[in-house]
């Protein structure tokens, strides 16, 4: 007897593009398998890869009026070594000693976590996704963001398998991969157990689709033995490494032809001795940058990168600054609050950039970092030699460090207030404040989070409004009513393959009850699937249909 459990009618044909024509419709039966051929093909070609793993957790204590609220956290940032299964090198840690487990027996984690559990969440199954050991129920198609799904339950075969999946699989209809996939590992014991879990893949072009985003829970059952809940997120990127990148620019050196160069010797006058002091410092920021760009620990220069610079000209022009060289900001790939300044390079953390609430936070930000460029707070310029840089990843945290005194800190602060109080955002920093309140607040419960791994702590107190300008805000517009911090994931997307950032575009919510509005916190992924290169994802190519009347009733949908 087959393992594959047909639906009461059989699915009829594949559509096909008019290019493959000449091809043989496929039906239920030929689609499992190609499915799964599809995923079996997926674990060799990820073992081509070494992206970095992210994986962030929040334990929750319950909360009379808002449910659920954080109660300490850990963070684990490492390398993972795909061809070796789910292998991880830490990048953070003690002197670059390579920990096993994310939490310790003197924790506030009364139980140890693998970091590796949450990394083995990128596979459905390495051993033995097929027919022999699983059964398929169709459920319906679905449409991800832009690209079209068909839907199936997928349960083990025999119950007693440790380790295999039970959930549910959304498969895109042209290649028949697997994008998504929702659920648990069986065989949970009293001492050993896996969390339920949410694995999203996104396309990196044809026929490749990389794990990029896993959201994951503990369950009541595991909960009550391990004595509280929590929830995670883990992201990969970095997967194309620079390498990609390096070889598209090689392709377009251009050779020079037979025409003599042209001497502008009496035309470009050489540096001065101040203008080359300020060439060697931005030539230490480019090469640092350059090299955390390279490990995948900094975004390329992009779109969020120029919303940033257009904040700081806010800030500059309405406070008459000419600073040269120019502010340039760039964006670290991590979820930690942190930020910094590398000479006239400000950096600030994704996960910063997520959870401020509006463009006036974020000034508030920037014009604190600012005000170490306007006082003259410089980095140490060895990095312009290039034998500086070179180094085992391992060691990057503990290599580069960028972090203030507190007395340039204090002084940084309180210019960043004046530069402020002068700038557009100087009646909007109400929420600002709250922001800083708020995060205040939420520390001592989110410690690994607002520990920088580069630079500065986001600071937790200051002043920037007079009383009489806050008892206005605040008649106008109570601070209830303000979202004072956003959840994680609140603002960036993530491309895993080339590690650009770019900004959700998200529909208006409306109001927010106060238990909603979760500052700091983990949420699940939402992804808007697209495919890469491909203007036109729900082309009728490759679309399931249905003969039948039964089939007929399950519509599209989009979530």
């Known amino acids: 007897m087959s393992v594959l459990k047909f639906l009461p009618v ?7 593009p008019l290019s493959a024509a000449a091809q043989q419709p496929m039906n239920l039966t030929q689609i499992v398998d190609k499915i799964v051929s599809q995923e079996q093909a997926e674990v060799q070609l990820l073992r081509e890869y070494s992206p970095i793993a992210e994986t962030y957790i929040q334990k929750f204590r319950p909360d009379k009026d808002l449910g659920a609220v954080p109660d300490g956290d850990k963070y684990f940032l490492g390398r993972a070594e795909l061809a070796k299964g789910v292998e991880l090198e830490p990048l953070t840690g003690v002197n670059g000693i390579k920990h096993k487990m994310l939490a310790s027996l003197e924790s506030s984690f009364s139980t140890e976590v693998l970091p590796s559990g949450f990394l083995q969440m990128i596979y459905v199954d390495t051993n033995g ?6 059964k398929f129920e169709y459920l319906r198609r679905e449409f991800l963001g832009e690209v079209r799904c068909i839907v199936f339950d997928v349960d083990p075969i025999a119950n007693r398998d440790k380790g295999r999946f039970v959930g549910r699989i959304w498969v895109e209809d042209q290649d028949y991969q697997i994008v998504r996939f929702n659920g648990v590992y069986s065989g949970s014991s009293k001492t050993s157990f896996y969390f339920n879990f949410d694995s999203w893949r996104v396309n990196a072009g044809k026929n490749r689709w990389l794990p990029g985003f896993i959201y994951s829970e503990l369950d009541a059952t595991n909960s009550r033995t391990m004595g509280y809940t929590f929830k995670a997120q ?3 990127w970095g997967y194309a490494l620079g390498h990609s990148r390096e070889e598209q620019e090689m392709g377009k050196i251009l050779v020079e032809g037979p025409i003599p160069v042209n001497d502008q010797a009496d035309i470009v006058n050489d540096d001065s001795p101040l203008q080359a002091e300020r060439s060697w410092g931005h030539q230490a920021e480019d090469n640092v940058a350059a090299q955390l760009e390279r490990l995948g620990l900094m975004a390329r220069y992009g779109d969020v990168d120029k919303l940033l610079e257009t904040v700081v000209n806010n800030l500059e022009v309405t406070n008459n600054l000419d600073i040269q060289p120019e502010i340039r900001c760039r964006v ?6 942190e930020s910094f300044t590398m000479g006239h390079t400000i950096v600030l953390s994704r996960g910063l950039v997520d959870v401020l609430p509006d463009e006036a936070s974020l000034a508030a930000i920037l014009a604190h970092e600012l005000g170490h460029v306007v006082l003259g707070h410089r980095m140490d310029t060895q990095f312009a030699f290039t034998n500086r840089l070179r180094l085992d990843e391992r060691e990057t945290f503990h290599h580069f460090e960028f ?11 309180k210019k960043g207030i004046e530069l402020l109080k002068n700038s557009p955002y100087k009646d909007k920093l109400e929420t600002a404040q709250h922001f800083v309140q708020v995060l205040h607040n939420r520390s001592k419960d989110i410690p690994n989070l607002i520990s920088p791994h580069l630079g500065d702590s986001v600071l937790t107190s ?8 806050s008892e206005q805000t605040a008649a106008a517009r109570p601070m209830a009513q303000v979202i004072a911090a956003l959840p994680l994931g609140g603002r960036i997307k993530i491309e895993p393959w080339n590690d650009q950032l770019r900004m959700l575009k998200s529909k208006p919510v409306g109001t927010v009850p106060e238990y909603e509005k979760m500052p700091f916190e983990v949420t699940p992924f939402a992804l808007n699937l697209t495919r890469q290169g491909d203007s036109s994802a729900t082309d009728p190519g490759g679309a399931v249909s249905a003969n039948s009347e039964a089939d007929a009733n399950k519509p599209d949908t989009k979530p």
């Open 234 to 236: 883990t992201r990969l």
């Open 332 to 337: 670290l790939m991590t979820s930690t609050l």
């Open 462 to 469: 200051w002043i920037t409004t007079s009383a009489t300008a």
């Open 10 to 16: 059989t699915l009829a044909l594949i559509a096909v």
């Open 129 to 134: 996704f097929d027919r022999k050991h699983y």
């Open 403 to 413: 972090a203030r005194t507190p007395e340039e800190e204090q002084a940084a602060n």
